[in-house]
Each structure stands twice: as C-alpha cells, then as structure tokens.
Nanobody, 132 residues
Framework: VQLVESGGGLVQDGGSLRLSCAAS????????IGWFRQAPGKEREGVSY????????DTADTVKGRFTISSDNSENRVYLRMLGLKPEDTAVYYC??????????????????????????WGQGTQVTVSS
C-alpha cells in the first residue's frame, strides 16, 4: 500500500488549501483513510477520516466547519478541503490508511477513529504553513 499526499503550501491567515491523498495497493474499496497533522513539539492529531466503501466520515471538533473530507473512489483519492485557515493549523499533514475490518478491530481497543494506532500505512506528509 502506498499513500502520496500533495497540496500543502504557505497561505495567509484566513486562506484555503485542498490536500490530496492518492492511495494505491488496496485490493478492494473496503478501507479507511484518515487525515492527521503534527505540529512541532506536539503529538500527532487526528483531523478527519472517511470510509471508502460507504462514505462515512467524521471530522474533529477542532476543525469542524472549516475542514471537509471527500473522496473520489474512481481515482482512489481522498481530499481535505481546508477553509478559514489559522496559524494554529500550521503542521505537517499526513494521510493514513488501513483496511476497514482491521481498523474496526483496533477501534475496539483504542476507542477512537482519530487514533493513529488504527492505521498501518502512512504517507510522507505535506507541510501546511499559515502565516499571520
């Protein structure tokens, strides 16, 4: 499985970006993709996730209303649309993925779809910097 993120960059406070995650290597669409971010000196934080097979999504309260996750199953791509960006959104953004059955088993133990422990496969990350 390979994940490749793109779309990061430098924007001003209040600006917008759309991140893209291209997934390859899954043999079916029964997998989940999550977006995470990690700022310097902070833990990796779950931002949003989507189940590719049924389109179920959720977004963390910290970004709800500003960030929207979507997918293009025909291209195995997941997008994170980010509006109203703030300096505190500055971080490296990662997409992560795993099969939904495996994620559900781990969910029983970790309790949250926003836990990095749910996912085995990670992209290299893309930097988002929001200037004030």
């Amino acid at each position: 499985v390979q994940l490749v993120e793109s779309g990061g960059g430098l924007v001003q406070d209040g600006g917008s970006l759309r991140l893209s995650c291209a997934a390859s290597g899954f043999t079916s669409d029964d997998y989940v993709i999550g977006w995470f971010r990690q700022a310097p000196g902070k833990e990796r934080e779950g931002v949003s996730y989507i189940s590719m097979s049924d389109g179920r999504t959720d977004t963390a309260d910290t970004v709800k209303g500003r960030f929207t996750i979507s997918s293009d199953n025909s291209e195995n791509r997941v997008y994170l649309r980010m509006l109203g960006l703030k300096p505190e959104d500055t971080a490296v953004y990662y997409c992560a993925a795993d099969s939904r059955p495996k994620a559900l088993i781990r969910l029983y133990h970790v309790g949250s779809w926003f836990s990095p422990a749910l996912y085995d496969f990670w992209g290299q990350g893309t930097q988002v910097t929001v200037s004030s």
